[in-house]
């Protein structure tokens, strides 16, 4: 997926993980096929998981995001209303692999689709109560750090001129763009919220129709309160995304920046993972097309 990335296989994870944490000796390791476009998974027997980011970086960087990491997910795990990874220690770079990584509890379930529960108003009840929920975590003070989605929507406007450009060919680009110069322009928010950041489908478990986890909580930070609300356009039809969006009780215009922020984010999907990860793209695609559908 990307022209840094770093490969990885099991045998390595094995003498790795037998090094460096004895503890799990003799645990069945096992590759996972995920769509997700950040770490390598491996599952580590039952109980536990090993995460290797896929990008080359500096190793003291990694050292530090990840441990930035693991501090906000231990937070996320005290206050989330669904179970979520709880860190269990940081991996040394070697020979058989070049940088830190990370080592974490496994939780049960099965990964989310944009359309496996997408009229199931017990799902969008459970996503409300998960943002709702981390909405009341105690900002301590913090404010957004600046880094990636949930500040100014301006901000952006280099990242979409890129996309738009690279996605002439698929998808209907004049009407996308004047979407965007409509939704850029909205008020900022007059307040932030604790945020996972990145409610993707992939972050998600169910099982039956509830919501049974959430992953990648890393990243969990104040932000624009509306940031989270991109689940509901990755996620849900329009008639559940109402349901979403009542039982959360937003207004318009916290509404409307959940859909410029959820714009944002799937525009860049079609485009960068069209020949290396067709999940993420047609992730983007119906994403792309549930906006529409409300902003027409």
């Known amino acids: 997926m990307h022209s840094d990335q770093i490969n990885i296989k099991a045998a390595h994870v094995s003498d790795l993980m037998t090094d460096q944490f004895p503890q799990f000796r003799g645990e ?9 476009t950040v770490n390598a998974i491996f599952r580590i027997g039952a109980k536990h998981a090993a995460r290797f980011p896929l990008r080359m970086m500096d ?14 997910s231990a937070e996320f795990n005290k206050c989330c209303p669904f179970p979520s990874p709880k860190p269990v220690g940081i991996g040394r770079q070697s020979s058989d692999y070049p940088l830190p990584w990370l080592v974490q509890t496994w939780v049960e379930g099965q990964v989310a689709t944009p359309i496996g529960l997408c009229s199931s108003s017990i799902f ?8 709702a929920t981390l909405r009341t975590a105690d900002l301590n003070g913090r404010t957004f750090d600046g880094r ?8 952006h406007d280099g990242w979409m001129e890129v996309c738009f450009a690279k996605s002439e060919h698929l998808l209907d680009v004049k009407c996308l763009r004047r979407m965007w110069g409509s939704l850029r322009e909205l008020p900022s928010p007059k307040r932030e919220a604790m945020s996972h950041k990145d409610l993707i489908p992939a972050n998600l478990l169910v099982q039956d129709e509830h919501l049974v986890g959430v992953l990648d909580t890393g990243d969990f930070a104040p932000a624009d ?10 996620l849900l ?35 960068y993972y069209k020949d ?4 993420m793209a047609e992730l983007g695609r119906s994403t792309m097309t549930r906006l529409v559908e409300d902003y027409p």
């Open 225 to 234: 309160p509306s940031l989270d609300l991109v689940a509901g356009w990755h």
């Open 59 to 72: 190793p003291a960087e990694c050292t530090r995001l990840l441990e930035a990491e693991t501090k906000a």
């Open 237 to 271: 039809d329009r008639d559940t995304r109402a349901i979403f969006r009542e039982a959360l009780q937003i207004d318009d215009l916290e509404w409307r920046r959940g859909a410029a922020w959820a714009f944002q984010q799937a525009m860049g999907l079609v485009w």
């Open 124 to 131: 969008a009840l459970d996503l409300a109560r998960l943002i």
């Open 28 to 36: 069945e390791i096992i590759e996972l096929d995920t769509a997700g």
């Open 148 to 155: 990636g989605r949930g500040g100014n929507l301006t901000d």
């Open 276 to 279: 290396t990860n067709p999940v």
